[in-house]
């Protein structure tokens, strides 16, 4: 198991409130849930689509993958890439201003054409990260992507907020990703102090 991150998760969750009842804040994260079937192949989906429950496609869209690359939960996930870098799909949630989220997802990369690594980034409440899978290096293939749990933290600013997952690489066979979570916990003074630091968690491990 390879681990990556920026500070210890440790010393994130020692100062952690108790998490709002461990409930996923998403709607279907795994995009399992559609009245589209991809089947062996994929749906190319513009932007503005709302077929598949729980999300919303933006920008360039994105490629929405049935078992040609097989999921990590279920049968189906998305590349972010269409045709063009830049788009990818975003749900909203309500949040508590101030409270710390862990979002949770799993990333490989459509390996049926380069470039390598497959780059894409996570966001939400004005806060994001780029993620990077170099699909070469890990030996990823359509029957074994070798998919990547990635672990990402955000604080609330407001009633809600808006999860994106955006394609960055160029070409049409992007980033994918699977099976997202999104947990919140409340502050406490340990985990302030810490966040004021600049101390937001980002880890990554090979499944």
Not at 6 to 30: E, K, M, Q, R, W
Not at 54 to 64: A, E, K, N, P, V
Request: charged share 15%.
């Amino acid at each position: 198991m390879k681990i990556s991150m920026c500070l210890t998760a440790a010393a994130l969750a020692a100062g952690a409130g108790p998490a709002v009842a461990g409930i996923n804040l998403v709607t279907n994260g795994s995009f399992e849930i559609s009245d589209l079937d991809p089947g062996t192949a994929w749906i190319p989906m513009s932007a503005g689509n709302t077929a598949i429950t729980g999300w919303t496609t933006f920008g360039g869209g994105i490629d929405y993958m049935g078992s040609i690359v097989a999921a990590s939960d279920g049968v189906r996930s998305i590349d972010l890439n269409n045709v063009t870098p830049g788009g990818g799909v975003e749900q909203t949630f309500a949040t508590v201003a101030g409270w710390i989220y862990t979002v949770e997802f799993d990333l490989s990369a459509n390996m049926y054409g380069g470039p390598t690594p497959k780059v894409m980034e996570v966001s939400a409440a004005g806060q994001s990260e780029q993620f990077e899978f170099d699909y070469v290096a890990a030996g990823a293939t359509a029957q074994d992507p070798a998919w990547e749990r990635i672990s990402w933290s955000f604080i609330g600013n407001g009633s809600s907020a808006t999860l994106r997952f955006t394609g960055v690489s160029t070409g049409v066979y992007g980033a994918e990703i699977d099976h997202v979570v999104v947990t919140g916990v409340a502050p406490t003074p340990g985990t302030a102090a810490l966040l004021g630091l600049g101390g937001l968690v980002a880890l990554r491990r090979r499944r």
